[in-house]
């Protein structure tokens, strides 16, 4: 029996497996025989259950053309709108309206972010909430209105 294969390849193999790679593909690549690549593969299934259905996983997110790491974010913002409780075709529907509206208004999506953020820094120097803007700048209108009064009343005092 030859000495243990090195952790480094055993990686590497499970990588290359893992992404949809084929034996034979993974085994040219690391420079070793395609037996010693079915052992490690089979060491792994018997350590990790469900290997054979994250490599189908893999293999099915390959033929795709789609990223790991673009799946990984997707499941991510897939909780969240769980975890809010918003379901993805609301926010399908939200986010094309916001292009619809950026697209007439000659704006990107992303300065209508900035808007976002801005208009919750205002609120936040308003010591309200979004929700409370709107009362706040009326609120601040009557007093205009009535500081207004209050100067006309006075240059008719003042006969002016």
């Known amino acids: 029996m030859g000495a243990p294969t ?14 949809g790679i084929s ?7 690391n420079k070793i025989g395609e037996g010693t690549v079915s052992d490690i593969i089979q060491k792994a299934r018997n350590e990790v259950q469900d290997i054979d259905l994250l490599r189908a996983l893999a293999v099915t997110l390959r033929k795709n053309s789609i990223d790991v790491n673009e799946f990984a974010s997707t499941i991510r913002l897939k909780k969240v709108l769980d975890r809010i409780g ?17 697209f007439r208004g000659g704006y990107t999506e992303k300065d209508f972010v900035s808007k976002i953020d801005e208009v919750f820094d205002i609120a936040a120097e308003l010591n ?4 409370g803007i709107q009362s706040q700048l009326n609120q601040k209108r009557m007093e205009i209105e009535e500081l207004d009064k209050k100067i ?4 008719k ?4």
């Open 152 to 155: 006309a009343d006075k240059k």
């Open 23 to 29: 034996r034979k593909s993974i085994a040219e690549s």
């Open 128 to 131: 309200t909430s979004m929700w």
């Open 86 to 102: 918003l379901p993805e075709e609301k926010l399908e529907k939200l986010l094309e309206e916001i292009n619809v509206h950026c």
């Open 157 to 160: 005092t003042l006969g002016m």
């Open 6 to 19: 090195p952790l480094s390849i055993k990686i590497a193999v499970l990588d290359g497996w893992l992404k």
